[in-house]
């Protein structure tokens, strides 16, 4: 079975410009995490979404961020200008989330997208 | 009140030993514990999970140990080999589905 499917692997680019990373959740699951880890700060999740409608982006850390969810099987996440302290690993994850209480399927991870802007 | 602390950051265990990873709550709406394993250039991957309303789950090599009226729980890794060396992660999960992460742990086990 296919996992998470992150794009690209590895990014650099220089400050200012705009970077789009790339993730295609485990077909069926219903509900998409944006994480970023840094050493500093460990994996924080920056929004997810249920339904394709985002549900917490109180993580999102300002407003150069933006993530999107067209459909079931495609979300983006945006940063717009980039800056040196934004580089990071930022990982996708999905699950199939029902119930919130009683119940729970873990979250599957991408590999990761690792960001670096000079 | 969100937090999930975890100890200790680094932790090197001969081959063979027990390797022991600690973490504490404050949140009593946390339902579920996971604890999630990743290696160099990989995600993290679920390594095994608990709920509140049991003492200790086994599978295999590896043991979560629950206390919940001290708000704590642990990871033991038996019998502990090389490929175990990674960074291990605790979390919870609140009533919103979100996880809450540990700091993570760095492991080596020495051959």
């Known amino acids: 079975d296919a996992g998470v499917i992150q794009s690209p692997r590895h990014e650099v680019t220089e400050m200012g410009q705009e970077v789009t990373l790339r993730c295609k959740p485990i077909?069926?699951?219903?509900?998409l995490f944006w994480y970023r880890q840094t050493m500093m700060r460990g994996l924080e999740l920056l929004i997810y979404?249920?339904?394709?409608?985002?549900?917490?982006d109180s993580g999102m850390p300002e407003d150069r961020f933006s993530a999107k969810m067209p459909n079931a099987s495609f979300s983006t996440l945006k940063i717009q200008p980039s800056e040196p302290r934004d580089s990071a690993v930022y990982f996708c994850?999905?699950?199939?989330?029902?119930?919130?209480?009683?119940?729970?399927?873990?979250?599957?991870f991408g590999d990761g997208t690792r960001l670096s802007i000079l | 009140q969100q937090q999930v602390k975890q100890s200790p950051q680094s932790l090197i265990v001969q081959k063979g030993g027990i390797s022991i990873i600690n973490c504490a709550y404050e949140n009593t709406a946390f339902d579920y514990f996971p604890w999630y394993q990743q290696f160099p250039g990989k995600g993290p991957a679920l390594l095994i999970a608990i709920r509140p309303d049991v003492s200790e789950k086994k599978e295999g090599r590896f043991t979560i140990s629950f206390n919940k009226s001290a708000k704590q729980f642990s990871l033991h890794i038996m019998d502990s080999q090389p490929g175990d060396s990674a960074t291990y992660f605790c979390a919870a999960k609140g009533n919103t589905g979100k996880l809450i992460f540990g700091q993570g742990t760095t492991l080596q086990v020495k051959p």
């Open positions: 979404f249920n339904n394709n409608v985002p549900i917490d």
């Open positions: 994850a999905s699950s199939h989330m029902g119930s919130f209480t009683g119940s729970w399927q873990p979250q599957h």
């Open positions: 077909s069926g699951h219903n509900s």
